[in-house]
């Protein structure tokens, strides 16, 4: 049971015929009283006290479980980003590894064109060497003996000596065929 300041107020001993001064008695209950109001009214000022430090513990941790709670989150967010990235980061590589691949094999193809291609024309550039030599040759024995028989007195017209071959003889079928005709052309 509490007992309250106003209890220790108005409590009433009996009175016996030895026993204690009444009056100190009340001088000593209303120091009582008084002490004991301060305290009551010190431990309800306490208690209203420990009230709102509670609530706001209560709120304190309601706020860190809320933060701990949006650390976790952001914790799994960013290993699920990071994930992610790692994963997009390996489709870029590999489809640029495939690229640079497809682009490797490419130049690839095109230089091994390139060196058939040319040495399909140094083949028909020894071809039209040997046949513009050869024609020059001709030519060149042609003028020649012509010379020595205008030298001579003996040429006639019937006896000339010019090689059959023409400037258009000299070019074959192909390339250099078609070369021979741009530039007539």
């Known amino acids: 049971m509490k007992i309250t300041p106003v209890e220790i107020t108005n409590k009433e001993f009996k ?3 030895r026993g204690y001064s009444t009056d100190e008695v009340d001088e000593f ?3 009582v009283v008084e002490d004991f109001e301060a305290l009551y009214r010190e431990n309800a000022s306490l208690k209203d006290k420990l009230e709102a430090y509670n609530e ?4 304190y941790a309601s706020l860190e479980k809320t933060l701990q709670s949006t650390l ?10 990071k994930i ?3 994963k997009e980061a390996q489709h870029i590589l ?7 691949q497809a682009i490797i094999e490419n130049a690839n193809r095109e230089n091994e064109m390139l060196k058939r291609e040319y040495e399909k024309y140094r083949m028909d550039f020894g071809n039209f060497k040997m046949r513009v030599l050869s024609f020059l040759e001709g030519q060149m024995s042609s003028f020649k003996t012509n010379s020595e028989e205008i030298e001579k007195g003996t040429l006639g017209s019937s006896s ?5 071959l023409t400037p258009k003889d000299l070019f074959e079928e192909g390339d250099a065929g078609e070369l021979f005709e741009e530039v007539q052309g």
């Open 84 to 86: 992610q990235a790692e």
């Open 160 to 164: 000339m000596q010019v090689s059959g």
């Open 94 to 100: 590999e489809n640029a590894k495939e690229k640079a």
């Open 29 to 31: 209950l209303d120091e």
């Open 15 to 17: 009175r016996t015929m």
């Open 72 to 81: 976790v989150l952001a914790q799994n967010t960013a290993d699920a980003t």
């Open 56 to 59: 706001k513990i209560e709120h």
